[in-house]
């Protein structure tokens, strides 16, 4: 009976966990441009996900390189 319930309680979360919210790309590039400092560490980005709302925004950067 102790081995059957062992097998229960295997520590495994059953429950799914949550997606990670998505980032949008272009307001993460503006805070970077923002972050310019000499003490400035990376930016991790291994694991976000990001999201592309402004694939058709020719426009989307023009703040920044002006």
Do not use: H, W, Y
């Not at 979360?13 to 000499?38: C, G, L, M, Y």
Request: proline fraction near 6%; charged fraction near 25%; hydrophobic fraction near 35%.
């Amino acid at each position: 009976m102790s081995l059957f319930m062992a097998g229960c309680f295997d520590g495994s979360n059953s429950r799914a966990e949550a997606p990670a919210p998505t980032i949008d790309f272009t307001e993460f590039v503006k805070t970077q441009f923002d972050r310019t400092t000499d003490e400035a560490q990376p930016e991790n980005v291994n694991g976000v996900d990001l999201s592309f709302n402004d694939q058709n925004n020719p426009q989307a950067f023009d703040d920044l390189l002006q």
